[in-house]
Each structure stands twice: as C-alpha cells, then as structure tokens.
C-alpha cells in the first residue's frame, strides 16, 4: 500500500486491527467534539478549516487512553461536513454508531487504484483511504459541492460524509467517508465499473477469478443486451446522469466511473442469512441514498415503483430480456482533476491508438461520450406497443 509521507511515496501498512481501531477511535473523537460547537450556518472560512488532536494511547486530559500506537487525527472542513450529514439525515448519533459500534469491514478493492475500502457493520458507509492530491482536491471542492448538494440533494455523484487524516510513525492515512452504493443484503449477480470507453476495458483473469468480479465497458456489450426501463425511469436517471455530468465538466473532473450492480429477481432473492440482515438494513437513515431516491426528483413523470419494497433495496426496476432485475448504481472516483498528467497521458495513448476510444479525455468530451454510452448502450427504454 502506498501512502503518502511528506511528498514522497512509501510502502507502509500497519496492521489492519490497528488501523480500523485508530478509524473508529479517530472519528468517534472528532464527532463527539463536534457537538459542543453550536449549530450555524456555514461560512467560507469553514470549508478551509483543519483541526488536529493528538491522541497518545496512555490518553490526556482531553483524549481517551487506548491499545493501538500513538497518532494524531487531522478532521477537515469539520463544520461543513457535519452540514452535509444533515443535508441527509444524518444525525450525529446513527453516524458514531454506524462507524464505531461494530468492527469494520474490510473490503476487497475492484479498481485500479492501491486504496483500502471499508465498510460499516450496517452497510451505510464506506471508509476510503486516499491519496494526498485526491484529499487536497476534495478540500477545493467543497464548495462547489456545497452549493450542488443545495440545488439537488438527489445526485449520483458521491456523497461525502467526512475526510479525515490518521498521522502514525511519520505516515500520513488520509480517510474519507462516503455513502455505500452496492448494498450487501442483497445479491450482485453482475458488477461493472463503466467508463464508456473501449481501450483496455476488459475485466483481468485476475478480476474474473473472482468471486464476485468488477466487469468493465467491452465486457458489458459482450454479455448484456442493454437495460430496460420504462419511459419515466429511463429520463429520470439520465436526466440525473446529465445533470451530474456537467456538474463534474464544471470543475474538470474526469475519468470517473459508473458502478453497475444487478440483481436478478428472478434468481433467489436474498440469501437466507442476508435476509434477517436486510430487515435491519431497511431502516435507511441516510436521505436520497438509494438508487430510487437518487433519481427520483422532481421528474417529468412518476418512477416506476419497485416491487416488495422490503426486499428491493431501494434498486431501480430493469429488465434484461424476459428477467426482472433491481439496478443500483452511483458515479464513483471523482477525485480526478485533468491535469498535465493526464494531458501527458491522453497524447501518447492517442498516438498508438483512436483518440475516441481512450478513457483519459478533455472534461466535456469525456462527459459527452460517458453520457452517451450510457445512454445508448447500457440503459434502453421500453418502447410499449
């Protein structure tokens, strides 16, 4: 794992209790904290702030003793994310409790970058480690971010919670909190990560070896038909993908991705021991979390309903050929700005191969072509007889 340390890179991985233990100690601190500071409305200065707090394990006069190594906690822009939490729903309890009540769960990584993932006990967070540059750019983000999430609480674009920075042993584990799209209660029969673009967008043997693979663009075309929707599903969710997109052409973001779950209704509907879970889980807490909710706004047309609700999840009726499905989805990797890097990187792939089909594009001809093949390819609309 690489992690930053200063400017340079190094190789560094404390051990996995270690560091889920220093998570939940870490932001139990900083949230508890949080609410003695009286609720406000949120100022410039707030999205730029950063608080530090050393946490020694024997303890202090304003920190709990505990097991794991000495480390500092860093909390970033605390005010405007606790603003966000509200935004949807989150009250300061439920988000201790999520992150801090059971062990997290540690989850495989399906995409090209070395982060670790996370899980919450109760399915409603992911805790991602990222990289300096990506932290730093978040940081200028917010608000922009603030301002969207104000016009338009219902978006496919990631919903962050709170970002934070674990500083051990000279290492710096930079950490940000966001909604979890892909429920685990339920079944993904297909999981894809969808670019629109071609070069190179197959899933590895590696990938595929697994038990539950991340298959890419060309992989999709290969065993999918497409994804149909009825008329008003279909312009709600790529009036939302629209919107996201010009939304992430408007700060030159690029290179994201479209994480595609599906569950098939017709095969077995949740497991057995998943099931008992899912009564749990349907408590959301989390406003607009859902896929349904994410793109049901205020649409042209009333969203078809999804079958038994307490076993959909909140996924989004499709069907592929005569198979009922629940789709769940979310845009996800938007922390990539298109800097010289990968101005450098677009010129010499497009050298050797068609400039159309590499995923490293300007911001707006990537929006564009994602939007169309998404659009296209992969979601269809049910035309009625």
Known sequence: QSVQNGNAEISYKPTASALKGAIQLG??????????KPDRDVLMQDFYMVESVFLPSEGSNMTPAHHFP???????????FRYFRELFGIKADDYLYSICNEPLIELSNPGASSSWFY??????????????????????????????????PRTLLPK???LYCIQCAGV???????????????????????KGSTYKRHASCKERAKFSPTFKDLDFQEMLEGLHFDGDTYS???????????VLESFKIMDYSLLLGVHVL?????????????????????????????????????VAEPVADDDTMG?????????KLLIFLGIIDILQSYRFIKKVEHSWKALVHDGDTVSVHRPGFYADRFLKFMGGTVFKKIHRK
């Open 160 to 162: 962050f919670y709170g």
């Open 236 to 246: 709600a969710l790529m009036k939302t993908l629209q919107r996201d997109c010009r």
């Open 27 to 36: 932001i139990g601190y900083a949230v508890g904290n949080l609410t003695s």
């Open 172 to 194: 710096n584990i930079r950490l940000v909190v966001m909604n979890n799209v892909l429920p685990r209660a339920l079944q993904m029969h297909y999981k894809y990560d969808l």
């Open 266 to 302: 017709d095969k077995k509907c949740l497991d057995r021991g998943a099931r008992a879970d899912s009564k749990r889980l349907n408590g959301q807490r989390v406003l607009y979390s859902t896929a349904l909710e994410s793109i049901q706004g205020e649409g042209d047309g009333k």
């Open 70 to 80: 000495d480390f500092r906690l860093k909390t970033y822009a605390p005010l405007a």
């Open 315 to 323: 996924g989004i009726p499709a069907k592929h050929k005569d198979e």
């Open 119 to 152: 899980l919450t006990s109760d399915d409603e967070f992911i805790i991602k480690t990222v990289q300096h540059k990506e932290a730093e750019f978040l940081q200028k983000l917010l608000p922009g971010y603030y301002m969207n999430l104000n016009q338009n």
